[in-house]
């Protein structure tokens, strides 16, 4: 086995090994979310015509629990091996910076599937869903779990302690995914806010993912494919350059 | 080709320039170093005198500023996929990871390195280090002295030919200890280099050929254990009296320590036997006598005063 596929297995197996925290818990804080929001919204919002509110909005959180995840996955892992110190067992062997990034990248991507996964087996019995464009569907929640999952690589570079990866997560991913119109379409908002939004890479991954399940969209997916592939690409270059430097890992 | 090759570097920590008021520390200024192969080599210096530096830089965790290292030949910048594969460092903290047992450790380990099946070293391992019964426990549920153990075991699942060791006694037990060096001997034994860092002074006169000392981030003195203990130490007859002073002939050279023993040096069996017939002779009542042999503990204390000597005089 290559370097690569035993971090990847390790990742994996550290996941899975406490899937009840890790796949359980977001799956249920999803059902939770679309339990109160469809409760108190569904009368009053009507996002795409002929989709109802709670299943527009089962696709946005789903996706949201995916990002999230995503994130939390790498970055949780790499904290947590810096600071108890045995990040030196990865740093020690001769794993060349792609192999340690494709790890962490793949493994993060996994549990995000199993979580989005988890939110629609959960949901299937509730709010049965329409899968017009499912390659569109998965295209979107792979590249949106990548970004996500790149971004918690990058945090985990770059925080020392666990008080500034959670300034990252509460100040950075989460605005982000929630401003990322999981919870209404972006049509609904004033032109400002629209044009703050598409600045989002977030936004076309759940535009995306949701267009994947009832085919409409704000935004066709010809365009925000590109974009999040786009955005998700930037950030693995800087994840690479970044471990190829050693920064904060290689003193 | 040398085991290690260690050529000007320079490493410094914290930001801005060396300037006073500045976060700024030179954990190393300018080392160089060469271990042969097959070596069993200590390099010894007082907390904070960079060789938990250097040993970083050789395994890649710590990017040297200026200069060069290489182990068996290989650059750790150009070619770290071949100069870490030749090396197995046993970090000086005792870090684990609490997923995992002891052989879930060992296997991942191997695995990092490319090495799929693995079992049969990674027995040996287990068997050589003493942990056999542990193979299936948890990393958490192991004492220090184990977690330790485990630690040289991960530095040694790809058989390198280089094993560094940063105190790797620290907190161990004597029977655990012994256990360890008869191990690492027995490596050595067989053609592996070692590169051994500690506080105990008297486990690096044992085991080690030659002796490099650091103090301030440069190497203050460095050759076989041999020369330096005869250079800065020597062989002392101790008598204490109960009666007397010490006889003219001998307290010429001797001197006396604060408990009120005399050092007579003596450098072979008939130095020691004109000393005790010089004491018999005058008539000495001899309390206690030993013959005490050279020191590595005194060199050390030696060289790093004599070190603070020569920069205050600078």
């Not at chain 1, 290559?2 to 996941?15: D, H, P, Q």
């Not at chain 1, 509110?53 to 892992?77: I, R």
């Not at chain 2, 500045?22 to 080392?31: D, M």
């Not at chain 2, 000392?213 to 204490?240: N, W």
């Amino acid at each position: 086995m290559s370097g690569f596929a035993t971090l990847l297995y390790k990742e994996v197996l550290r996941f899975w090994k406490v899937s009840f925290q890790t796949v359980g818990a977001p799956v249920l804080s999803t059902l939770l979310y679309l339990l109160v929001f469809a409760h108190a919204l569904s009368a009053h919002v009507q996002a795409f015509p002929g989709v109802s509110y709670v299943e527009f909005l089962v696709p946005g959180l789903a996706m949201m629990a995916m990002l999230q995840n995503a994130f939390a996955n790498s970055s949780s892992s790499l904290i947590q091996s810096k600071i108890t110190g045995n990040i030196v067992f990865i740093l020690l062997p001769p794993m060349a910076p792609a192999e340690i990034f494709l790890a962490y990248l793949i493994a993060a991507v996994l549990r995000a599937m199993v979580v989005g996964a988890g939110v629609f087996a959960a949901t299937i019995w509730i709010v049965p869903l329409p899968l017009a464009h499912p390659v569109w569907a998965l295209a979107f929640a792979l590249v949106g779990s990548g970004l996500l999952a790149t971004l918690g690589i990058i945090a985990g570079i770059w925080s020392e302690k666990f008080d500034q990866l959670a300034a990252f997560q509460n100040f950075i991913v989460m605005p982000l995914t929630f401003l990322a119109g999981v919870f209404y379409s972006v049509h609904s908002l004033p032109p400002f806010w629209q044009a703050v939004s598409r600045l989002n890479p977030f936004f076309y991954a759940v535009d995306g993912f949701r267009y994947g399940f009832f085919g409409q969209a704000d935004i066709s997916p010809a365009t925000s494919l590109p974009i999040a592939t786009a955005a998700f690409a930037a950030l693995s270059f800087l994840t690479l350059f970044l471990l190829h430097r050693g920064y904060k890992l290689r003193h | 080709m040398r085991a290690i090759e260690v050529r000007g570097v320079e490493k410094r920590f914290g930001r801005g320039r060396e300037a006073p008021g500045n976060q700024y520390v030179r954990a190393l200024a300018g080392v160089s170093l060469e271990i042969e192969r097959g070596e069993f080599f200590a390099l010894l210096g007082p907390n904070g005198a960079g060789k938990t530096t250097l040993i970083s830089a050789l395994g890649g965790l710590a990017i040297a500023d200026a200069g060069t290292l290489s182990v068996m030949g290989h650059d750790v910048r150009r070619d770290y996929r071949e100069a870490r594969r030749a090396v197995g460092i046993v970090p000086q903290e005792i870090v684990f990871d609490p997923f995992f047992t002891v052989r879930e450790t060992l296997e991942l380990q191997s695995g990092y390195f490319g090495l799929r099946r693995n079992g049969a070293w990674i027995d040996e391992l287990l068997d050589k280090l003493a942990l056999t019964g542990k193979a299936g426990a948890n990393m958490r549920s192991l004492s220090g002295g184990m977690k330790r153990r485990v630690m040289v075991a991960q530095a040694l699942v790809h058989r390198p030919p280089v094993i560094v060791l940063d105190e790797p006694t620290a907190g161990v037990d004597v029977e655990l200890r012994q256990t360890l060096w008869t191990f690492i001997r027995s490596l050595n034994a067989a053609g592996h280099t070692i590169l051994l860092t500690t506080h105990y002074l008297e486990e690096a006169q044992q085991l080690c050929s030659r002796i490099a000392m650091m103090k301030d981030g440069r190497i203050v003195a460095l050759d076989s254990t041999a020369r330096l203990l005869t250079a800065f130490s020597e062989r002392v007859l101790r008598v204490k009296l109960a009666n007397c002073d010490l006889p003219a002939s001998l307290a010429a050279h001797a001197r006396r320590d604060e408990a009120g023993w005399w050092r007579v040096p003596v450098e072979d069996t008939a130095h020691i036997e004109n000393a005790l017939a010089a004491l018999r002779q005058a008539g000495a009542a001899v309390e206690s006598l030993e013959v005490a042999e050279p020191e590595l503990e005194e060199v050390f204390v030696k060289i790093m005063r004599q070190d603070a000597v020569a920069e205050s005089v600078a």
